[in-house]
C-alpha cells in the first residue's frame, strides 16, 4: 500500500495547504466542501484498500479509548438535534433575563448542529486518513517538512499582502484590522495560530537535526544546510506573527517552540557548538522582531481592553449562561442564538458576540459540562501517548515534537481565543497529531 498511503499523503498536505485559502475555510460553505472531499478520499482509500487485500497501517482499534470518545460525542450531536421532546415534553431552560424558553429540541439551532456534526466527522476521518499516512516514519516527516515550508508560505504570503499590494485580503479592501497581517484569514488572531503551529513543527525539525549531529556522529555539514533553511522560515513565520499583532498568538508561539526545545533536550547531547548557535539564533531572532515589526504588538501588549468590549465580560457571561444549563448545553453550534439569551452590562449593546472568544467555554456552553469536555479528553489522550513514547524513544522525534509544539501553540491560544474554530487551524492540527501518534504507535510496537 506504499503507492496508495503516498498519494494519501499528498492529498493530506494539500488539504493543510489549501483549507486558509478561503478565509481560513470559515465560512460555512466550505465546511460542508472539505467535509465531502474528506469522506470521498476516506471512501477511496478503503475501497483501494480492500480490492488489494491490505490491512490498515495503522488500526483504529490500537486507540479504541479515543474511537469509543469520539464516537459519543458525536451520538450527543445527533441526540441533540432529535424532537425528543415531543415523546418527552418540552425541554426548558431560564434566560438571564428571567424568560422561559421552551423547546422539543435539546439544540437552540439543529441545523447549526448539524453543521457542527460534520466537523466533527470529517476531523474524525480525516485524523483516520493521516493516521495511515504517518505509519511510515520517513514519508511522516517528509510530509511534516512540507507542512512546516507550505506554512511559512503563508506567513510569506501574509507579508507580502501587508507591504505590496496596499494591506488588502486576496485583493480586496479589509474590512478590519487594517495596518496588521491576516495572511487570507479573516482575522490577524486565527493567523497567528496557524503560524504559530508552523514555528513548532519548524522547532521539532531543527531539534530532530540537533539529535542527529550530537548524537548520530553526523557533521554540520551534512545537516546544516537544512538547519539554516528552517531557521530562516522560521524567521519569516515569527516576523509575520509580530506583523499580526496579536499579543496571545506571539505568546502561544513561544510557548510551543519553548515547550519543543525543552523536550528535545531528552535526546540532545549538548556541546559548545550547539550552545553558541542557539544563542545567536535567539538574540538575532529577538533583534529583527523588534527592529522590523515589534512596536505593534509589544504596544498592544501594554494596552487595556476598554469596558464592555473585552473578553473577561464575555466569559464571566457565558459562565452564567453555562450555570444556567450545565449538563444539556444549548446545542452544538449555536452559541450566537443562546448568547444574546443572557448578555447584559457592561457588554456594550451594539456589539455582536457570535463567539465566546474561548473554544473550552464555548464547547461547555452548547455541548454541557460532560461532553463539551470529551474533545478535550481527546486530544489529550492522543498527546499524552505521543509525549509518553517520546520520553522512552528517540525515534521520529520530529514528527512528534511537531505535535506536541502545536497543540501547546493551538492549545493556548484557543483558551481566550477561537483559533481552533478555523477550520483551516483544525485541519493543521489534526494532521500533526495523527502523524505525530501513528509514529509514536509504530515506535511502541517495533
Known amino acids: 500500500m506504499t503507492k496508495l498511503n503516498d498519494t494519501l499523503g499528498w492529498f493530506v498536505v494539500a488539504l493543510v495547504l489549501l483549507s486558509p485559502i478561503p478565509l481560513g475555510s470559515n465560512p460555512p460553505a466550505f465546511w460542508a466542501i472539505s467535509g465531502t472531499l474528506v469522506g470521498l478520499a476516506a471512501l477511496v482509500y478503503m475501497l483501494a484498500a480492500a480490492r488489494g487485500h491490505q490491512a490498515l497501517r495503522f488500526p483504529l482499534g490500537k486507540m479504541k479509548l479515543v474511537v469509543g470518545l469520539a464516537a459519543v460525542l458525536c451520538l450527543y450531536l445527533i441526540v441533540q438535534m432529535l424532537p425528543l421532546g415531543q415523546l418527552l415534553g418540552p425541554f426548558s431552560f431560564e434566560t438571564g433575563r428571567g424568560q422561559m424558553v421552551e423547546s422539543d429540541y435539546l439544540s437552540l439551532a439543529p441545523g447549526s448542529t448539524w453543521m457542527m456534526l460534520i466537523r466533527m466527522a470529517s476531523y474524525g476521518l480525516f485524523f483516520f486518513l493521516a493516521l495511515q499516512v504517518g505509519a511510515n516514519e520517513r514519508r511522516a516527516e517528509r510530509l511534516v517538512t512540507v507542512i512546516f515550508w507550505a506554512v511559512v508560505a503563508h506567513a510569506a504570503f501574509g507579508l507580502i499582502q501587508l507591504t505590496q499590494f496596499n494591506d488588502t485580503l486576496l485583493g480586496f ?35 530532530n537535526a540537533v539529535v542527529q549531529l550530537t548524537r548520530e556522529n553526523r557533521t554540520l555539514g551534512e545537516v546544516g544546510t537544512g538547519v539554516f533553511t528552517q531557521l530562516a522560515g522560521m ?23 519553548v515547550v519543543v526545545l525543552v523536550l528535545a533536550a531528552r535526546w540532545i547531547k549538548w556541546h559548545p557548538v550547539v550552545t553558541i548557535v542557539a544563542v545567536v539564533v535567539a538574540l538575532g531572532g529577538f533583534v529583527a522582531l523588534l527592529s522590523l515589526f515589534g512596536q505593534g504588538v509589544l504596544e498592544r501588549i501594554t494596552m487595556l481592553e476598554e469596558t464592555g468590549s473585552g473578553r473577561t465580560d464575555i466569559w464571566s457571561q457565558v459562565i452564567e449562561m453555562i450555570q444556567a444549563r450545565p449538563l444539556l448545553g444549548y446545542g452544538g453550534g449555536s452559541f450566537e442564538l443562546a448568547f444574546p439569551l443572557f448578555d447584559h452590562a457592561p457588554l456594550w449593546t451594539h456589539v455582536l ?26 486530544v489529550g489522550c492522543i498527546v499524552g501517548s505521543i509525549v509518553l513514547r517520546y520520553m522512552r524513544s528517540e525515534a521520529g522525534i520530529a514528527v512528534r515534537l511537531a505535535a506536541i509544539g502545536a497543540l501547546v501553540a493551538a492549545a493556548t491560544h484557543t483558551a481566550v481565543d477561537f483559533s481552533l474554530e478555523m477550520q483551516a487551524n483544525a485541519y493543521l492540527l489534526v494532521a500533526l497529531l495523527a502523524m505525530g501518534r501513528a509514529v509514536a504507535g509504530r515506535t511502541a510496537s517495533s
Open 353 to 378: 458576540v457570535d463567539k465566546a472568544h474561548s473554544t473550552y467555554l464555548q464547547l461547555f456552553a452548547e455541548l454541557g459540562v460532560v461532553f463539551g469536555a470529551l474533545p478535550i479528553i481527546i
Open 173 to 207: 479592501d479589509k474590512v478590519a484590522y487594517q495596518g496588521m497581517a491576516t495572511g487570507t484569514f479573516v482575522n490577524r488572531n486565527s493567523y497567528a495560530t496557524f503560524l504559530a503551529m508552523g514555528l513548532a513543527v519548524g522547532a521539532g525539525l531543527v531539534a
Open 235 to 257: 524567521l519569516v513565520l515569527v516576523i509575520a506573527i509580530a506583523a499580526s499583532q496579536s499579543r496571545m498568538g506571539l505568546i502561544a508561539a513561544v510557548l510551543g517552540a
